[in-house]
Structures are given as C-alpha cells and as structure tokens.
C-alpha cells in the first residue's frame, strides 16, 4: 500500500499570503493519479485538483498543483478566508487508493 | 444538478450489520464508478470501497475486505454498502462519491451517514 505523508500538520498563515502545501509518497505515484480536496468542517471534501495539476470545475484560478513521482505540492497563491480548512491529497495505484492524513490551514 | 443522498446509518451494536444506501440524481449513474469514504470523528478521510460501472468489479480496503459488500443497482440508481461483523472501529461518518474518469478523482460527494458501533 502506498503511503501519503502531509506536511506540515498544521500551517498558520494570513489572508493574502501564500500556502504551500506538500504530499510525499512512500512509492511512485502516476501524475495522473494524484488528486487534492479541501474539507470545511461539518462539509464533505471538495475535489480541488485532479491528475496532480488540472483544476477541478469551478474551482479558482489561485490554487494549482504541482510534481511528479513521489513529491506532490498544492499551492495557494493568495489566500482568502474561505480557503482555512483541511487539505488532504489522495492517490489511486495498483494497491487501491488512499489519503494523506491531511494538513489544517489555519488563521494566523 | 448533481446529487448523491445517503441513508441507513445510525446505532448498531458490535457484531451487528448495517446496509447503507446512496440514491443518485442529476446524472447517468450506470456510467460512473462509485466510491465509499469514511471519516471517524475527528480524524482524516478513509477509503473504503470501489465499484465499476455495471458492478462487475469491486476493490476493498484491507479494513473491510470480507465483512464489507459494496454493490449498485443501475435500474434504481441506488449504490448500497453492505456492513457486517462491525467493529467499534467502524465507527465513523460514511460518503458515497462519484469518481470522475475512473481514476480516483471524486468529483461529488454525498453528505454523509453516521454509523456508531457500540454496545
């Protein structure tokens, strides 16, 4: 089973400033395989990115995805108060799919 | 508008079953893999099971495999998760979520169904 490290736990930041978030795996994961969602609380996740860079509809223009093989990143570029809340990154492989633990984007 | 409605959780005592639906609406559900997702209280999303459009093929997580039944009926648009055996471990909040290209990617979620295990 491949294994979906996040990091940071937990990132603290302002509005209007820039997240990065990271998704390590414990083995090659296809780009085409790499989604990201973002979960408020009492919420379903939301897809957000899909194939480690393609925008899901709807989605805005500030956040993007990056990487290839085992290092995958989301990107914020400037955040808006709508967008504190869980991030989890989730991949599909031949051993089944699975989650990262998520990372909480938290008002500074 | 696309729409994925659960039901059937609720309180169940360990060792119990529980039979979860998932009715679908504003789409061809019959061309569509789906998806189960748990999330226990306070923790992070969980994959638990996968079924391919005209329910030939299923995929289970190890958690599950053997007491878990995912299944569809295309004619009802209804997908179903059959719960046996369940643990205190199993408790959790259950998804049902559409799976844009077949590769993983759940575009729409339900918004979810408590099931409790406990004595």
Known sequence: EIVLTQSPGTLSLSP????????????????????????????????????????ATGIPDRFSGSGSGTDFTLTISRLEPEDFAVYYCQQYGSSGYTFGQGTKLEIK | EVQLVESGGGLVQPGGSLRLSCAASGFTFSSYWMHWVRQAPGKGLVWVSRINSDGSSTSYADSVKGRFTISRDNAKNTLYLQMNSLRAEDTAVYYCARDLWAYGDLDYWGQGTLVTVSS
Do not use: F, H, M
Request: proline share 5%.
């Open chain 1, 16 to 55: 209007g400033e820039r997240a990065t978030l990271s998704c390590r795996a414990s083995q090659s994961v296809s780009s085409s395989y790499l989604a990201w969602y973002q979960q408020k609380p009492g919420q379903a996740p939301r897809l957000l990115i899909y194939g480690a860079s393609s925008r």
